[in-house]
């Protein structure tokens, strides 16, 4: 028999606010996190704007040396850990065994900002004043290494690395981690900081980006005729998930049931996804069917939704295939029109977003949604957040390079 696993804290910095509880209520509150570009002179960049983290200080959460040692991807997944175990009362926490927690923590790109900036300094002062811990500044795995050993955790830990399904991926992988007995607790997720010149440039000329630089708080507009492409964010998220009997017998607060996921490959192309989403739509199969859950058994996705003609299209008519009739009667919503895209941190940060929907009975809205599109003819929770009752939900996640996930989640029963 599977062991169960539940979720029993949260953790998360957004574009819309820098914990769970500031940005759940601005999410429900309609509110943009997209403005002008701060984090450095966008002024020569055909994209000018991204949904920037704000007000963050890292010595919130760790000394001025550790700080200055790590990159912005790490301080976030840094604090965010640390949230979400608090939100589970396991910091300290006398009973825990070492050997049995375990860390998954992923970033789509890792220290990009530490790239640029070694990379400014070898080609202005040489190879010898490149800094000796930029290696470790820059790897991808290394926010799992150091949230392990802020909190002694000791079982599985490595990082996961799928583009825009990263952090999803991590969360399904703590999921098996405990449904096969390799651990009793997971710090999962997954932190992003790619607000910089050579994120920003990149994914502008590859025409992935908004160019709504004359209105920045409504270029994120999914699943709406006149967008245009996503809106850059960054930020981080990480969930603790525990086998169910080990939190009940510490008298855990259990916010839901993670009850299934569902990963495939689309193997058809660098950046689009597969012809009407067929890589999507085994994911979401596979979900529920690792979950015990039928399409009518269901009441809110939270889609993938970039705002880009592509992806939404495509994730419209995956959902379509999957749900059939009942694909009319869900509520979908992306809260990338809030957040942005956070790249490799959506994954977990939506997680968290369907987990909370599940316990409050509140559907986030898609804002920004204002011109219908044929092709994208779904509930798509327009502009307001809608009071639902909630018992299973997806949280959907797609990367470059044909990476899908699905998780499902559902309300907890014991």
């Known amino acids: 028999m599977k062991r169960r696993v539940v979720v029993t804290g949260v953790g998360a910095i957004t574009p819309v606010g820098n914990d769970v509880a500031t940005t759940w209520r601005a999410l429900l509150a309609c509110t943009s996190g997209t403005a002008p570009i701060t984090k450095f002179d966008a002024e020569k960049f055909p994209v000018r704007f991204a949904a920037e983290v704000k007000g963050f200080d890292p010595l919130a959460y760790m000394d001025r040396k550790e700080a200055k040692r790590a990159d912005m991807y790490t301080q976030y997944a ?87 399904a990263t952090s999803a991926h991590a969360i399904g992988d703590a999921f098996r981690t405990i449904q096969y007995g390799d651990a009793d607790v997971m710090i999962t997720g997954g932190a992003e900081a790619t607000v910089t010149p050579m994120a920003i440039g990149g994914f502008a000329n590859m025409k992935a980006l908004s160019e709504r630089n004359d209105s920045p708080e409504t270029a994120s507009r999914p699943f709406d005729r006149e967008r245009d492409g996503f809106v850059m964010g960054e930020g981080g998220g990480v969930v603790i998930l525990e086998e169910l009997t080990h939190a009940q017998r510490r008298g855990a607060k259990i916010y839901a049931e993670i009850a299934g996921y569902g990963a495939t ?73 809030a957040t942005g895209h956070m790249l490799g941190a959506a994954g977990a940060v939506e997680f968290i977003f369907s987990t909370l929907a599940v316990r409050d009975g509140q559907i986030p809205p898609t804002i920004n949604y204002q011109n219908p599109d044929p092709e994208c003819d779904l509930n798509y929770t327009a502009n307001a957040p809608v009071t639902r009752n909630v018992t299973a939900a997806l949280s959907n996640s797609f990367g470059f390079g044909g990476h899908n996930v699905s998780l499902a989640v559902k309300r907890f029963e014991a």
Do not use: W
């Open 78 to 164: 840094v604090a965010v850990a640390i949230e979400a175990m608090t939100d589970a009362s396991l910091v300290d926490h006398p009973d825990l065994d070492p050997d049995r927690v375990g860390v998954i923590v992923g970033s789509g790109i890792g220290g990009l900002k530490s790239f640029e900036e070694q990379h400014d300094v070898y080609r202005d002062r040489g190879p010898s004043k490149i800094s000796p811990f930029f290696i470790p500044m820059f790897i991808a795995d290394i926010a799992a290494g150091i949230v392990s050993m802020r909190f002694n955790a000791r079982g599985p830990n490595y990082a996961t690395v799928s583009a825009c």
């Open 265 to 337: 490959g689309d193997a058809y192309h660098l950046t689009a996804p597969a012809p009407d989403g067929e890589g999507a739509q085994r994911a979401m199969k596979r979900a529920m069917a690792d979950a015990g859950l039928t399409p009518a058994t269901l009441q809110y996705i939270n889609a993938h939704g970039t705002s880009t003609p592509a992806n939404d299209k495509n994730e419209t008519r995956a959902i379509k295939a999957v749900f059939g009739d009942h694909a009319r009667d869900l509520n979908v919503s992306s809260t990338k029109g």
